[in-house]
């Protein structure tokens, strides 16, 4: 079996750099399937490089095990450091799988809270017990195959992931793989593709693409009547088909926020995170047949259906979407605490699991610019780093980067309320690095700080994207600062719909 590797290990291995192996795949000797390039192509692309064949997964392992032990050796001294050390690495891997299994725990019990939201439609009660009996068996069963997975057969899982078949959008060239189970749309939405789409159930036509080779197999009924030409051409549903074998089809993407088109989806809260003291993080779910399109970065009015203004219109507000648009249905946002506008404090005071949540847009083109071959720079101004989070998810899913910096500043230290996640992209990606920046919340300040810091850090800007989220006035100082050192206007890129704590000007 071919060996896939993600482009920063298939550079480790060559010794070259990740944009080495981009410039093979832009000039077409090297194809890429979702994020991922095969051996055997990387040998042909790379005929003289010298290849370190070694089997890297069990030479890392190794590595952080001998890390461990060196660590705890030369903390404690004695015969039982060796012993610690150890314990430690079991206990890591039981914390990893109790995580697992706490993460289906949670999935189980959402479900079963949806099933009973459809039972409370449903007249027959007989018919929805049967029903909710049914999926309940069906979904913990699931759950007990997925514990009983041994090592052995978790290999064999990945190996049957490497011949699942690939798929190749036209005229984008974008690729990914598709689970058979899942249909054409959801690989590619779960991809980070932005695919055209509208009811996701096989009626509106809106996903519809021309099958250029390849076999797809219909996963179930579809209302749409194609015309006599679309048929003649071979146009296909992708909500409703699946990929038998490796195929190509021509379909739109969305390439700029014009493409999105603006839609109205009724959301229910899914959950309320209250730990930071700083930010609320909400999270809302949509209906499985009408999942929000949007491109990372973009943002979204929201609208509490059961809390009026005195016009009697719900609260609403306007907020980045800090999640990527491969979660479509999970959309996240963050709520200042310290915001004294009535839907901040409706949030905080009032709102729900399962209240509604009407919302409306997506709005703006704060948004990655997936052509540049450019490395990236991010910097976020408190809460502005929702929306900056979104674009990193979505980087990451596209893995075209080939170095990416991002720079967080507040003022002070317990305002950064995902530093944890922040660190754990900055430990487990080789080619991102994480800055935190405490300052003056003073524009002319928080300017000089941030310019300190590129010129420290980057012997130029010239082959950088910036994408900078923070107040207007800020954003506006920045602009020509940028320009100074070389920064060209196409490569800078401002958001301004902002929450958090002000900057005095
Ligand atoms: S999304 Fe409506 S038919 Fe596929």
Same mark, same amino acid.
């Given at each position: ?22 410039? /093979?795949?832009?000039?077409? $000797? ?149 689970? $058979? ?49 679309? $048929? ?11 990929? $038998? ?22 959301? /229910? ?237």
């Amino acid at each position: 079996m071919d060996r896939h590797l993600s482009l920063s290990q298939a550079a480790r291995l060559i010794g070259v750099k990740r944009g080495d192996i981009q410039k /093979k795949i832009q000039e077409n $000797k090297l194809t890429v399937m979702e994020g991922t390039v095969v051996l055997s192509d990387l040998k042909k692309a790379f005929p003289d490089a010298a290849y370190e064949d070694n089997t890297m997964l069990e030479k890392m392992e190794k590595f952080m095990q001998d890390a461990v032990h060196k660590m705890v050796q030369s903390e404690r001294d004695g015969a039982q450091a060796d012993a610690l050390s150890r314990r430690i690495i079991k206990i890591n891997k039981e914390l990893a799988e109790e995580r697992k299994q706490a993460a289906n725990m949670e999935e189980l019990i959402d479900g079963m809270k949806q099933k009973f939201i459809e039972l409370n439609v449903i007249s027959n009660p007989e018919h929805a017990f049967n029903e909710i009996r049914q999926w309940f068996n069906t979904a913990h069963n699931a759950l007990e195959e997925d514990k009983l997975t041994t090592p052995v057969e978790q290999l064999e899982n990945q190996i049957k992931q490497f011949m699942l078949p690939h798929v190749r959008l036209l005229p984008s060239r974008h690729d990914y793989i598709s689970d $058979k189970s899942e249909t054409l749309l959801e690989s590619a939405l779960r991809s980070g593709l932005a695919v055209d789409y509208g009811c996701n159930n096989g009626k509106c036509g809106k996903c519809r693409a021309k099958l250029l080779s390849g076999q797809v197999e219909k996963t179930r009924h579809q209302d749409y009547i194609f015309s006599e030409s679309e $048929k003649s051409q071979g146009y296909i549903l992708t909500c409703s088909n699946a990929a $038998k074998t490796d195929i190509t089809l021509e379909t739109e993407e969305a390439v700029s926020a014009d493409d999105i088109p603006l839609q109205t989806i009724a959301s /229910k809260v899914k959950k309320i995170d209250h730990s930071s003291e700083h930010v609320i993080i909400l999270t809302l779910k949509t209906p499985r047949s009408q999942r929000l399109r949007f491109l990372a970065g973009q943002h979204i009015e929201l609208n509490l259906d059961n809390y009026l203004q005195d016009n009697s219109e719900p609260v609403n507000a306007e907020y980045s979407i800090a999640s990527c648009p491969c979660e479509p249905s999970n959309l996240e946002f963050h709520i200042p605490v310290n915001n004294n506008a009535a839907f901040a404090q409706t949030v905080i005071q009032d709102l729900k699991n399962n209240d509604s949540v009407t919302l409306e847009g997506p709005h703006g083109s704060f948004v990655l610019d997936e052509d540049s071959p450019n490395s990236l720079i991010f910097v976020a101004w408190d809460t502005g780093f929702s929306a900056i989070k979104s674009l990193i998810e979505h980087a990451m899913s596209l893995d075209h980067a080939e170095a990416i910096h991002l720079y967080w500043m507040t003022t002070k230290v317990e305002n950064h309320y995902l530093d944890n996640l922040c660190r754990s992209w900055n430990d487990a990606l080789d080619n991102f690095t994480y800055t935190r920046i405490m300052c003056e919340a003073k524009t002319d300040v928080v300017a000089e700080t941030l310019m300190l810091h590129l010129h420290d850090e980057h012997s130029h800007l010239l082959n950088f994207d910036l994408y900078i989220a923070a107040p207007g006035h800020l954003n506006h100082l920045l602009k020509p600062l940028l320009t100074s050192h070389g920064v060209k206007g196409q490569n800078m890129h401002f958001e301004s719909t902002f929450h958090g704590d002000e900057i005095i000007d």
